[in-house]
């Protein structure tokens, strides 16, 4: 089986660090696996996005044109991506940056404020995490012990005094 997801957003919301953590689950649990970024050039504030593949058998191509599961982090990303979703996908999507409704009645969306939850709970660039934590209690893609081993591996040892709270955001997405 393969699974296709889309994280989508601007620049500076951790879109490529989140599609790098669930690259590396899927490297934990020996699967097969992609991680395929897309920025605009102006990085911070530009359009980025990120493909990843994970799959029981070798992965054709890297791009996800159609993906079983979407992150929207922002509304140009929502609006872009959600007719892309393939009938049956699943959308997460941090509602306190998206206004919008999904009108299609073929995926489940889940909307979860995770910018504000971030806010709320200093966690201050957390929103990615929450999504994550959502996403794996939503799809048991991942169990939690393999995305705590992902963060672990994944956060640069600068940045090693973040590991907590980024479980924190996981069981704060996994709790909404």
């Given at each position: 089986?393969?699974?296709?997801?889309?994280?989508?957003?601007?620049?500076?919301?951790?879109?490529?660090?989140?599609?790098?953590?669930?690259?590396?689950?899927?490297?934990?649990?020996?699967?097969?696996?992609?991680?395929?970024?897309?920025?605009?050039?102006?990085?911070?504030?530009?359009?980025?996005?990120?493909?990843?593949?994970?799959?029981?058998?070798p992965i054709g191509s890297p791009l996800v044109l159609a993906p079983d599961i979407l992150i929207a982090?922002?509304?140009?990303?929502?609006?872009?991506?959600?007719?892309?979703?393939?009938?049956?996908?699943?959308?997460?999507?941090?509602?306190?940056?998206?206004?919008?409704?999904?009108?299609?009645?073929?995926?489940?969306?889940?909307?979860?404020?995770?910018?504000?939850?971030?806010?709320?709970?200093?966690?201050?660039?957390?929103?990615?995490?929450?999504?994550?934590?959502?996403?794996?209690?939503?799809?048991?893609?991942?169990?939690?012990?393999?995305?705590?081993?992902?963060?672990?591996?994944?956060?640069?040892?600068?940045?090693?005094?973040?590991?907590?709270?980024?479980?924190?955001?996981?069981?704060?997405?996994?709790?909404?």
């Open positions: 089986m393969t699974t296709e997801i889309l994280l989508a957003g601007f620049g500076g919301q951790g879109v490529l660090f989140a599609g790098k953590i669930l690259a590396y689950c899927g490297l934990m649990d020996s699967k097969e696996l992609s991680w395929l970024p897309s920025y605009g050039p102006e990085m911070r504030g530009g359009t980025a996005n990120c493909s990843v593949c994970i799959s029981d058998e982090m922002n509304q140009p990303s929502f609006d872009k991506f959600v007719d892309a979703v393939k009938p049956g996908g699943k959308i997460f999507i941090d509602s306190t940056l998206i206004d919008s409704k999904c009108e299609r009645d073929d995926v489940e969306c889940y909307y979860i404020p995770s910018s504000q939850l971030a806010d709320d709970n200093a966690l201050k660039g957390g929103s990615n995490i929450i999504l994550l934590g959502k996403l794996i209690k939503e799809t048991n893609l991942f169990t939690l012990d393999t995305m705590k081993k992902a963060i672990e591996k994944v956060v640069p040892p600068s940045k090693a005094h973040l590991i907590e709270n980024n479980f924190k955001a996981i069981e704060l997405g996994m709790n909404n």
